[in-house]
């Protein structure tokens, strides 16, 4: 069966401080891969996709980056935390698409970032 | 763009009774999927049903079912006997046929009261 990790489960950093959250998929082979940011009481914002290694599409302009080295690792970084990047990360995978199937997104348990 | 609205931000149900969440999206494709996402207090995500726009049978998941309008654009959840461990935030998505990202709603967060 599939499986998702993230890791930190919970980090605290400083304003100005570089970010580095680690997502990986087992159990499946050329996974679509998602980043969501979640701020406190307010929905999912999508942030980065990808559907294969170096492909990396990104929805939202900001100081964040994201990296896929490997087929199930997926990368999202910053050089430079701000204020407003405190909120909950979650990464999603999915089968790749084929004609006719629902591309089910499974989440990942999350990453709670608080800047401060 | 499509968007998903979700009007409820917040809604209650006695255990054991039906509730109804509402959901509408725009959009002017005719293949697309849709989505209802549970997020409980632990703030994992969980798939809870899922609706092809091609399929005319509304989806069902044991006590969870949709009612879904396509012509409206209108994709409901009804949870029937409801139990504590329903309440959560409910998100409603929508993603296009294709390696399309999901879009979701802003939620309505579901407390069962005992």
């Known amino acids: 069966s599939q499986t998702i990790h993230q890791w930190p489960a919970t980090l605290v950093q400083p304003v100005g401080s570089p970010l580095s959250l680690e997502c990986t998929v087992e159990g499946t082979s050329n996974p679509n891969l998602y980043w969501y940011r979640q701020a406190a009481g307010r929905g999912l914002q999508l942030l980065f996709y990808?559907?294969?290694?170096?492909?990396i599409s990104s929805e939202v302009p900001q100081n964040l980056s994201a990296s896929r080295p490997q087929d199930r690792q997926f990368i999202l970084s910053s050089k430079k935390l701000l204020l407003s990047d405190s909120g909950f990360y979650l990464c999603?995978?999915?089968?790749?698409?084929?004609?006719?199937?629902?591309?089910?997104?499974?989440f990942g348990p999350g990453t709670r970032l608080t800047v401060l | 763009a499509q968007t998903v609205t979700q009007s409820q931000p917040e809604m209650s149900v006695q255990e054991a009774e039906t509730v109804t969440l509402s959901c509408t999206y725009d959009t002017s494709e005719s293949d697309y999927y849709l989505f209802w996402y549970k997020q409980p207090p632990s703030r994992q995500m969980i798939l809870v049903i899922r609706?092809?726009?091609?399929?005319?049978q509304n989806a069902t998941e044991n006590r969870f079912s949709v009612n879904f309008q396509k012509a409206a654009k209108s994709f409901s959840l009804k949870i029937s006997d409801s139990q504590l461990g329903d309440a959560a935030m409910y998100f409603c998505?929508?993603?296009?046929?294709?390696?399309?990202?999901?879009?979701f709603g802003k939620g309505t967060r579901l407390s069962v009261i005992a």
């Open positions: 609706q092809e726009a091609y399929k005319q």
């Open positions: 998505a929508y993603r296009l046929s294709g390696n399309t990202p999901l879009v």
């Open positions: 990808s559907v294969g290694i170096g492909q």
């Open positions: 999603a995978w999915s089968v790749p698409w084929a004609s006719g199937s629902p591309d089910t997104q499974y």
